[in-house]
């Protein structure tokens, strides 16, 4: 089983920023589609944004379009999400996900959790007022 591992979370104000790593094994980064996903207590999860696996076309959930962005290094097999002017209501915890049908569909971005074969545990984001 393939095994993700998040890291880069913590606790920063209101306006601040962070970034997410994601790192997989092998040539999972550079060969499928990847997306971050986020869950806050009480609330299922959502998508946060996606890339797709020649890394051409990204898409970002509504929330936080214009605020956050992903990006990959396919040499150090990670990807990223930059998240800036983060507000109270990102607080979630946030999982990184692979598409194995981004080896099929390399410029296809997925935008729904179910289409995601590979998860990690998870990295808690905190944001104070």
């Known amino acids: 089983q393939v095994q993700l591992e998040e890291s880069g979370g913590g606790l920063v104000q209101a306006g601040g920023s962070l970034r997410l790593s994601c790192v997989a094994p092998g040539s999972i980064v550079r060969s499928h589609g990847m997306g971050w996903f986020r869950q806050a207590p009480g609330r299922e999860r959502e998508f946060v944004g996606a890339?797709?696996?020649?890394?051409?076309?990204?898409m970002y959930g509504d929330s936080v379009k214009g605020r956050f962005t992903i990006s990959r290094d396919n040499a150090n097999d990670t990807v990223y999400l930059q998240m800036n002017n983060l507000q109270i209501d990102d607080t979630a915890t946030y999982y990184c996900a692979a598409s194995t049908r981004g080896t099929t569909f390399e410029r296809t971005v997925f935008a729904y959790e179910a289409l995601y074969d590979y998860w990690g545990r998870g990295t808690q984001v905190t944001i104070s007022s």
């Open positions: 890339i797709s696996a020649n890394g051409a076309n990204s």
